[in-house]
């Protein structure tokens, strides 16, 4: 069964850094997702793409947060200047289609970097 | 603003128990998912959606749109359902999934 898969599982970087997190979506899906998860805390979205754009994007992603899908068939998240609350899991995810009640398209994730800002 | 509340918590059952996590929530949406979230971190899709009930293996999820309510169960759970089971919602008109903080499960043998 095809899977998202996420590179790499774990980065360590320095505050101050940048860091490229890498997503490798399902080839037919659409829509793309980066969530975080900070340790003990629940899930959190942080912002969504669709047809080579930001479609949502929550409060946490500022400025800092940029993302890309250069190639087709990369999906990255980069953080320009990392920052200790910046350690967290990430997950990227995606589907065939929309959120609308016509049609039923599962979430697909990947498993994950847990990314540590030292 | 959405708020997405899960029971119980925490659950610790015998092998082979019935068991239910809920979730409720206060907007209108499109579809809630029901995940499942591996010791490891990983996050698995289990079911996604709008009506009615929906089963897969030893899973059901129900929703009640008017209640805005939606139940998981595991029958005849197995120490390999342990696991931390999470709510999310897709809102109306948008793609912000929010989530539940999940009910951390574990099955005793």
């Known amino acids: 069964e095809p899977e998202v898969t996420q590179t790499p599982s774990h980065q360590v970087t320095q505050m101050g850094q940048e860091v490229i997190l890498r997503c490798v979506p399902i080839?037919?899906?659409?829509?793309f997702y980066w969530y975080r998860q900070i340790l003990g805390q629940k899930v959190e979205f942080l912002v969504s793409?669709?047809?080579?754009?930001?479609?949502?994007k929550s409060e946490i992603f500022d400025d800092q947060f940029s993302v890309e899908r250069p190639d087709g068939s990369n999906f990255t998240l980069k953080i320009r200047s990392t920052k200790l609350e910046d350690s967290a899991m990430y997950f990227c995810?995606?589907?065939?289609?929309?959120?609308?009640?016509?049609?039923?398209?599962?979430?697909?994730f990947g498993n994950g970097t847990r990314l540590t800002v030292t | 603003k959405n708020e997405v509340e899960q029971s119980p918590q925490n659950l610790t059952a015998q092998e082979g128990e019935f068991i239910t996590i809920n979730c409720s929530y206060s907007?209108?949406?499109?579809?809630l998912h029901w995940l499942q979230q591996h010791p490891g971190g990983g996050i698995v899709s289990l079911f996604m959606?709008?009506?009615g009930k929906k089963k897969h293996g030893r899973l059901i999820a129900t929703i009640n749109i008017q209640e805005k309510h939606s139940s998981l169960h595991i029958t005849a759970s197995h120490p390999r359902d342990s696991a931390v089971y999470i709510c999310?919602?897709?809102?109306?008109?948008?793609?912000?999934?929010?989530f539940g903080t999940g009910t951390r499960l574990t099955i005793i043998p």
């Open positions: 999310a919602v897709s809102p109306l008109g948008n793609e912000k999934l929010t």
């Open positions: 907007v209108g949406i499109s579809a």
């Open positions: 959606l709008s009506s």
């Open positions: 080839s037919n899906h659409l829509y």
């Open positions: 793409f669709y047809n080579n754009e930001i479609s949502e």
């Open positions: 995810a995606s589907k065939r289609g929309p959120h609308t009640l016509s049609y039923n398209s599962p979430l697909h």
